[in-house]
């Protein structure tokens, strides 16, 4: 157990509908990263968020948000769901902010989410 | 862009060979170099390189950083079955604290 826990690890959905994806970082960590892994493009950053607020965004898609809480757990939320959003999607946490040594991040175990 | 780039993209062995993994990173400002290693599901941390620690080792696994040529190597010796994973290098992005991935290098080790 990495100490970064994502639900649900599994999801079935249909195309056009949405869906939200939960992250609980590890204790003490600051910072929660989103990726997205498919089999052709590996680990593409979506966002992050340090402690409450949005600290980077990568090419994440408008129908795709997310939030942090004051608890520091995180939710991504994918709306219009399309074939293509078929992916792995993983959080990570880090200490992050100006104590970050850039010792890298934790990973949880990924929601598998397929679109059909 | 900052960018990854890791070769061979798969590497089929067989038990007790030694195997060697690369990585090229280009990067405006360079602070880390780090490898996971991912089997089913979460990527794992294996190493990271820095200026001030350009060689590593655990095991039968080492990684060695070249600095100014932002090149790495990741070894494996005496390959075993439980080595089968996706080897991926990654570095921060600029200054910021996000970390942008290779696509990975795909090792299989037949018994």
Not at chain 2, 63 to 86: P, R
């Amino acid at each position: 157990d990495s100490g970064v826990t994502q639900t649900p690890k599994h999801l079935i959905t249909a195309t056009g509908q949405r869906v939200t994806l939960r992250c609980s970082p590890r204790s003490g960590d600051l910072s929660v990263y989103w990726y997205q892994q498919s089999l052709d493009q590996g680990l593409q950053f979506l966002i992050q968020y340090y402690n409450g607020e949005e600290r980077a965004k990568g090419n994440i898609l408008e129908r795709f948000s997310a939030q942090q809480f004051p608890d520091l757990h995180s939710e991504l939320n994918l709306s219009s769901l399309e074939l293509g959003d078929s992916a792995l999607y993983f959080c990570a946490s880090s200490v992050g902010g100006s104590r970050d040594k850039g010792y890298g991040y934790t990973f949880g175990s990924g929601t598998r989410l397929t679109v059909v | 862009e900052d960018k990854v780039v890791q070769s061979p993209l798969s590497l089929v062995v067989h038990e007790g060979d030694t195997v060697t993994l690369n990585c090229s990173y280009e990067v405006t400002n360079f602070r880390s170099l780090l490898w996971y290693k991912q089997e089913k599901k979460a990527p794992t941390f294996l190493f990271m390189l820095t200026s001030s620690g350009i060689e590593k080792k655990s095991g039968r696994l080492s990684s060695i950083l070249d600095k100014k040529e932002l090149f790495s190597i990741l070894n494996i010796t005496a390959t075993q079955t439980g080595d089968s994973a996706i080897y991926l290098c990654a570095g921060p992005q600029g200054g910021s604290e996000k970390l942008v991935f290779g696509k990975g290098t795909k090792l299989t080790v037949n018994p």
